[in-house]
């Protein structure tokens, strides 16, 4: 099944928007949950933890590739053994590996392949200021998503993203091209903390899935970012949460509470 099918279906069932980011820190975990475990699998049976509280209510998870990369090669493992355990358990729940890829094309079919065919993910994150020609690679997997960064969560993304071309700001001036390209399984990632600007895409990009950050530690207004993300259709975008979940002290009750309170404004 293709990713935007797995995606809208999910969505319908669990009545969700929310995506958990499976960002798994040992020193966090360490400092004291319900959950406990001492073996040498700790990350994937925190991740599974999680997993198993919050399936019915999300649209899809996110495990960023740099909390596995962090522990070598058992970090990796741990994270394998998370992708074929979503796979087998929860097929129906599409995978966003959180890559944030970019290089020239060549080196991009590599990337491409690592995270479509080696992870099996049903989407990534690329960063798309190489042009076209580096983001074609992952185009190539048409049942895959592609999410390129257009404006990033973080407080000094005005440093770059927001340098004037003219009148313009490089950000915007990106989104103006790439609205040009024509592939079907092409996403946007902007940051829910800058609605302003998510408003900015929706309009250039009306029927686009688009994938944001924010709305958990980083502190995002939910109703602004909502309100500016959404589609006409009350649907078209996910909204990513990983530190305010998965270490709060109920995970389950944490990701309802936002699941709904995302709801509250998507019906408004």
Not at 70 to 77: D, F, I, N, P, R
Request: one cysteine or more; aromatic letters at 12%; a positive charge.
């Amino acid at each position: 099944m293709d990713f935007l099918t797995k995606l809208e279906n999910l969505q319908q069932k669990n009545n969700s928007l929310l995506c958990v980011g499976l960002d798994p820190q040992v020193e966090q975990i360490h400092k004291g949950f319900s959950f406990t475990y001492e073996g040498e699998s700790l990350i994937f049976e925190f991740n599974k933890w999680i997993i198993d509280q919050t399936a019915d209510l999300v649209c899809a998870y996110k495990p960023n590739i740099a909390f596995y990369e962090a522990y070598a090669l058992e970090g990796l493992s741990q994270l394998k053994k998370t992708v074929l355990y979503l796979q087998n358990e929860y097929s129906r729940v599409p995978i966003i590996l959180d890559a944030k890829r970019a290089d020239i094309p060549n080196t991009a079919v590599m990337y491409a392949k690592n995270i479509f065919e080696y992870w099996a993910a049903d989407a990534t994150t690329v960063y798309p200021h190489l042009g076209m020609d580096s983001l074609e690679p992952f185009f190539a997997y048409k049942d895959k998503f592609t999410f390129p960064l257009i404006k990033t969560s973080n407080k000094d993304s005005n440093t770059f993203q927001n340098l004037k071309i003219g009148d313009t700001p490089y950000y915007l001036k990106m989104a103006q091209i790439i609205s040009k390209w024509k592939f079907a399984n092409l996403g946007l990632f902007v940051g829910a903390t800058y609605p302003e600007e998510l408003a900015q895409i929706r309009k250039i990009f009306p029927s686009t899935v688009i994938l944001s950050a924010g709305i958990g530690a980083q502190g995002a207004d939910i109703e602004k970012a909502v309100k500016a993300g959404i589609r006409s259709d009350k649907k078209g975008i996910i909204f990513n949460a990983s530190r305010s979940i998965i270490y709060s002290a109920d995970p389950a009750k944490s990701a309802k509470n936002l699941r709904n309170e995302i709801n509250k404004y998507r019906s408004v």
